[in-house]
C-alpha cells in the first residue's frame, strides 16, 4: 500500500536518482540507487566481474519490485514471504519476515552514506584482516578503484571519521577486505564497488563514502535462518568453489634460497626416505632470495646454476611423485583482459593475453602450479583478471588438467578460480591463534581453499620446535597444508634436529633467529610424520568436503555458527571449528599448554584419539601433549579413511574404512572422481550415500544419482569406533546394508 504526499524527486548529493528493488530469488534482494540521466533513463549498474548472476538480477523466481523516483511518506511491497517498506527523510528500507521481525533496515543519507542494523549476533565474512572473530566494533577499509586501502585506511589520522581496528599483518597476514557482511541473526549484504568505509563500531553499521558523495548504489541483501542457505546465495552471487586437484590437498613443501641442482633432486630423495608424505615442492623466485627456480623478479627463465637442465629434472621430480609450484611477482597494475580475447592488441603488454604469453615457455617443461605474488596495489577488476588469467592459461595448454595457484591478493570470486594464504605473518604464538578466525571469516566470505604458512613467515626468536608442530597440526586441518618461512630450512619436518639453521634470515624488527638449543629437538619429526599420515589417510573424507564446498557454498573449515546457530556458545566460538560436517579441531595456540578448554556443540562427540564419549552442549578441558591435537567426532558420523601413502600418485590396493561413530542415526556422502582432470565434469564422478541406522545397528551403502560407478566391483571395510564389530562390504551397484 502507499500514502501519496508531495511529488518530491529522490536525490543523492542534490542529484534525482531511481531506486530499483528486485528480487533474485526468495532469499536475495538487489537494491540499486542510479542517477537519472537528462533524457528520464538510467543506465544498469556497471557490470561487476565479481557477479555470475544475470544483469537483471533474476533468477528463477528473479522479478522486478519496484522503481521508485519520487519521495513517498510509505509504501509497502511484498516480497515472497517478507514484506518491504520505504519511506522517506531519510530514505529507509525495512524488511520484515512472515513473523514480523525486522530482519534489516537500511537507511541512506543524502551524501550516499548507507547505515544498516546490526543487532546483538555476531558478524562474520568481511573477507580476510581486521578484527576477529566478531566483526563488531571494527572499522574496515575496502579497496577502492585504483587498489588502494588494501592494507586499510588510517583512520586514527586527524580528522579521521572513526577509530579504526589497526592492521596487523604480524598476526592476521595481508588485509583483503571483502564488502560482504553476515549476520548470526540470520541477514547478510553484499555490495558492489563500495568506495568507503565499514564503520561497525556502534549500534549501526554505516559504510561511509571515501568522497563527499556516491554517486551510486548497488547492494544485495539476503535474509535466511540458515547458514548453509546464506552460504548458498553467496555461491550464486559471485559464484562457486572449483574443485582442485588431488594432490594439491596433500602436504606442499616451499622453498627459498636453493643451494644446488643436487640438492633439489636429494631433498625429495630425503622425504621418501625418511616416508614423510608430500605432493609438491614449491620454489621461491630470485630476488627474494639469492637463488630461486628463476633468474630474477618478473623473470620467467629457468636459474641455470639451480636448475641447468629444468626439462629433466622436472621430470624426475615427477617420477618421485612430486609436482612443482613456482613464485610469480610483478604483475602488470592495469592487467586485464581475458587470454582468449581474440581482439587484444598484441602490444598491449597489460592484457592477460599478453602476460600469459611469457609464462608458455616454463610451463612446456612441466610446472605443475603457479603462486602469484605481490600486486597488492592491483585494483579488484586487474586482481580477478589475473587469477583468471592462472585458471584459463594453464587450461590452453591443458585443457583437462584442473590448475592451481595460489594467490596473496584476492576479492569476491577468487574461489571460482584459485587459492589463498594469508601473507607474511609473523612466527609467534599470538599469530597462530590469530589465524584460526582468519581462517574461519575467510571459510565465511566463501575462500574455501585458504591457508597459512606453517611455522609462520617473519622468522623470530618465538620459532620454535613446540610453535612449528602446535602450527603444523593446525595446518594438517587447513585446506591448504603447506609449510613456507624465511629461514626455510626450520620449515622441514626433520629441520628441527639437524643443528643448523641453513640459509639465515630474519626481519629487522624481530632481529634474532632461534636459540641453537632448538635445533636440536627429536620430537619435531615423528610427530609431523603422525599428522602427514593422519592427512593422507583422511584424504577420501576431505576430498568429500571440498566438494561439497563446490556443490553449497559451505566451506571446508567451517564455524561452528553454520550447523549450530541457535546454540549462542557455538555461534560465538571462533577458536575451534569443524573440518567437513563431522570432526571438530580445536587447535593448541598456547605455549607449554598442558590441557586445551573448548566448546563442544549439542549431541555426543567422541574423542579421536581415545574414543571416549562426551556429552554436548557445554565447555570441557582436555590434557594435551606436544604430539596431541584435540580432535573430536560428532556421534552419527561415517568417516572413510585410505591408507597411507607418500603421494596421492600412489596407487595401493587396499579397501577404505568406513568407520561408524554409534550414538545417534548419521549419514553423509562419500565422493570420488579421477581427481586431476575435468571429467568430473562431463558426469564421470560417482558418489555414496553412506547411512547409519543408530537403532538397527546397520550401514547402508547406495550410489548417488547421478554417479556413473568408476569401479565396480567396490570392497570396503567398516567398522565400529570402539572395533569391536567389523565387516566387509563388496559393493555391486545395488543398495547394501550390513549389520555392525
Known sequence: MSKASGQRALTIGGKPVELCLATVNPYMLRLTLQPIEADGSTRPPPRAPELVIGEESKGKNGRSLARIRTRADETTIAWDQNSIRIASDPLTISVTDAGGRTCQELQIASNGEIAFALGDAPLFGLGQGGRQFDRRGGVFARINGQGEGVHSLDMNAPGARAPEYPFDLAGEGARITIPWLVSAAGWAIYFCAPAGVFDLSARRGRLIPDDDTIAAIDAFLIVAQEPAQIMWQYAQLTGQSHLPPLWSLGYLQSHRTLASREAVLA???????????????????????????????????????????????????????????????????????????????????????????????????????????????????????????????????????????????????????????????????????????????????????????????????????????????????????????????????????????????????????????????????????????????????????????SDTGMPVMRALWLHYPSDAAAVACGDAYLWGRDILVAPVTEKGATRRALYLPPGDWHDFWTGER???????????????????????????????????????????????????????????????????????????????????????????????????????????????????????????????
Open 614 to 740: 562426551h556429552r554436548g552442549g557445554r565447555r570441557i578441558e582436555r590434557t594435551v601433549d606436544l604430539e596431541t591435537l584435540p580432535l573430536y567426532v560428532r556421534a552419527g558420523a561415517i568417516i572413510a579413511t585410505g591408507p597411507v601413502r607418500q603421494s596421492t600418485n600412489d596407487v595401493i590396493d587396499e579397501p577404505l574404512r568406513l568407520t561408524v561413530y554409534p550414538g545417534q542415526d548419521g549419514a553423509t556422502t562419500l565422493y570420488e572422481d579421477d581427481g586431476i582432470s575435468l571429467a568430473h565434469q562431463r558426469g564421470d564422478w560417482q558418489a555414496f550415500r553412506l547411512t547409519w541406522n543408530e537403532r538397527a545397528r546397520t550401514l547402508g551403502i547406495a550410489l548417488v544419482r547421478g554417479s556413473r560407478p568408476l569401479v565396480a566391483p567396490r570392497t570396503f571395510t567398516a567398522a565400529l569406533r570402539n572395533g569391536e564389530r567389523t565387516a566387509t562390504l563388496t559393493f555391486k551397484g545395488d543398495p547394501i546394508e550390513v549389520g555392525l
Open 267 to 549: 631433498e625429495v630423495d630425503e622425504f621418501r626416505q625418511r616416508k614423510l608424505p608430500c605432493d609438491g615442492m614449491i620454489y621461491l623466485g630470485t630476488g627474494f632470495c639469492p637463488e630461486g627456480w628463476n633468474t630474477g623478479h618478473d623473470s620467467f627463465a629457468f636459474n641455470p646454476r639451480i636448475f641447468p637442465d629444468p626439462d629433466a629434472m622436472l621430470r624426475q621430480l615427477h617420477q618421485s611423485g612430486m609436482r612443482v609450484v613456482v613464485h610469480v611477482v610483478d604483475p602488470p597494475l592495469d592487467l586485464h583482459g581475458t587470454i582468449d580475447d581474440g581482439e587484444a592488441d598484441p602490444n598491449d603488454t597489460d592484457h592477460a593475453a599478453s602476460y600469459w604469453a611469457r609464462h608458455q615457455e616454463a610451463l612446456a617443461k612441466g610446472i605443475d602450479g603457479w603462486w602469484p605474488d605481490v600486486g597488492d596495489q592491483l585494483a579488484p577488476q586487474a586482481r580477478l583478471a589475473r587469477i583468471r588469467m592462472y585458471w584459463d592459461g594453464p587450461l590452453q595448454s591443458d585443457p583437462d588438467r584442473r590448475p592451481f595457484a595460489l594467490h596473496r591478493n584476492a576479492y569476491a570470486g577468487i574461489q571460482r578460480h584459485g587459492w589463498l594464504w594469508s601473507g607474511d605473518v609473523d612466527s609467534a604464538w599470538r599469530t597462530l591463534a590469530m589465524q584460526v578466525p582468519v581462517g574461519l571469516n575467510c571459510g565465511l566470505t566463501g575462500i574455501a581453499l585458504w591457508g597459512t604458512d606453517i611455522g609462520g613467515f617473519i622468522t623470530t626468536p618465538e620459532l620454535t620446535g613446540e610453535l612449528y608442530v602446535r602450527w603444523f597440526q593446525y595446518g594438517a586441518f587447513c585446506p591448504l597444508f603447506r609449510s613456507h618461512g624465511r629461514t626455510w630450512k626450520l620449515r622441514l619436518p626433520w629441520g628441527w634436529n639437524t643443528g643448523e639453521y641453513g640459509p639465515e634470515e630474519y626481519d629487522g624488527r624481530h632481529g634474532a633467529l632461534p636459540d641453537r638449543s632448538e635445533l636440536h629437538n627429536p620430537q619435531v619429526e615423528p610427530i609431523c610424520r603422525k599428522y602427514l599420515e593422519l592427512r593422507y589417510r583422511l584424504l577420501p573424507y576431505t576430498y568429500s568436503a571440498v566438494r561439497e564446498a
